[in-house]
């Protein structure tokens, strides 16, 4: 399967502790995003990288929340000290790069579904 | 208000009707609109883009009114499998950045019935 993958599919956790999820995208992509998304919502942007330098973060990743993409091709969102409100799908996509005239289309991964108790 | 903002519905047409969504967005300078399709609980999938001259895809036709700042999608003799959440997209790319800045709505859901 060439698509884009992520791991684990499902994690529950303590409110409190920390949990690091992963994102493969597909090879030839230099563009990865990171979505969160809550039921009936739209997935909302977190943070993109362009190849391994994090381009933009949004208002809505807090401090708890980092992301990082080393080596320019897998990446991982960590957050540290869970809250309830944390719970919620976390999408991974990626694509080409964008240019001023086009837009490259963003496939997803299957997500990440997060529960904090 | 919201940045990009859709009808959740839920619509519940007859199979081979006609339903059209609308998709509303606040900032004048969007660029880049789409529309995004999502079974329950799979992950989103392009389903087309929206060009100023609007666009057709088989069954699918796409609008885009800058005026009026809307896109919609026409979606003609609906099937069983068009069951769906339809999400609209709309980007906005800084010129000197290239840094791109993507607002999902929050989807309308499509209940097709035999």
């Known amino acids: 399967d060439t698509g884009v993958s992520q791991n684990p599919r499902h994690k529950i956790t303590k409110r409190g502790q920390n949990v690091t999820f992963r994102c493969d995208p597909i090879?030839?992509?230099?563009?990865l995003y990171w979505y969160r998304q809550t039921l009936g919502q739209g997935p909302e942007f977190l943070t993109y990288?362009?190849?391994?330098?994090?381009?933009?973060k949004s208002r809505l990743l807090s401090d708890r929340f980092s992301a990082e993409r080393p080596k320019g091709s897998f990446s991982t969102l960590e957050i540290q000290r869970t809250e309830q409100g944390d719970s919620a799908m976390y999408l991974c996509?990626?694509?080409?790069?964008?240019?001023?005239?086009?837009?490259?289309?963003?496939?997803f991964g299957p997500g990440t579904r997060l529960t904090v108790l | 208000r919201k940045e990009v903002e859709q009808d959740p519905g839920p619509f519940n047409v007859p199979e081979g009707a006609t339903v059209a969504f609308n998709c509303t967005y606040s900032?004048?300078?969007?660029?880049?609109f789409f529309w995004y399709r999502q079974d329950c609980r799979k992950e989103p999938k392009l389903l087309m883009s929206?060009?100023?001259s609007g666009n057709e895809d088989g069954r699918f036709t796409a609008q885009l009114n800058r005026a009026s700042q809307y896109i919609s999608l026409l979606i003609r003799d609906s099937k069983l499998s068009d069951s769906a959440t339809y999400l609209c997209?709309?980007?906005?790319?800084?010129?000197?950045?290239?840094?791109?800045?993507?607002?999902f709505g929050s989807g309308t859901r499509l209940s097709i019935r035999p």
């Open positions: 996509a990626s694509s080409l790069e964008e240019t001023w005239s086009s837009y490259n289309e963003q496939f």
């Open positions: 090879s030839e992509h230099n563009r």
């Open positions: 990288f362009q190849n391994e330098a994090q381009l933009e």
């Open positions: 900032n004048s300078a969007s660029q880049s």
């Open positions: 929206v060009y100023s």
């Open positions: 997209v709309v980007i906005k790319v800084d010129g000197d950045s290239s840094a791109s800045k993507i607002i």
